[in-house]
């Protein structure tokens, strides 16, 4: 089954000292929300070109899983987090895949 859409979750969270606990809250988090959503699987980076910024991405097989997803209110981060993070959310649809050369 390939991906056909993909939720991304972009956080901004300013406050150095914030990372590591939002680091941890994200490894009890995105289990859930992976099962929650329904998603294929998921996984989560840290910006290297600014290191306030963190995304997580969770693959689904239809625009409409991701679309159903994207419709989950999120109040556990807003309670968690509030002020100190902030974030958007986004669907895109996959329109070209290439195979992996070597």
């Known amino acids: 089954m390939s991906t056909q859409a993909l939720l991304i979750v972009h956080a901004e969270v300013p406050n150095e000292v914030d990372r590591a606990p939002f680091d ?3 490894d009890r988090h995105m289990p ?15 910006s290297r070109t600014d290191p306030s910024k963190h995304t997580a991405f969770y693959e689904f097989p239809s625009l409409e899983a991701a679309n159903a997803a994207i419709q989950s209110p999120g109040t556990e981060f807003d309670a968690t987090w509030g002020l100190r993070a902030t974030r958007t959310r986004d669907v895109v649809e996959v329109v070209q895949r290439l195979p992996i050369s070597n």
């Open 32 to 46: 859930d929300a992976l099962r929650v959503f329904g998603a294929l699987r998921a996984w989560r980076t840290w």
């Open 24 to 26: 941890k809250w994200y």
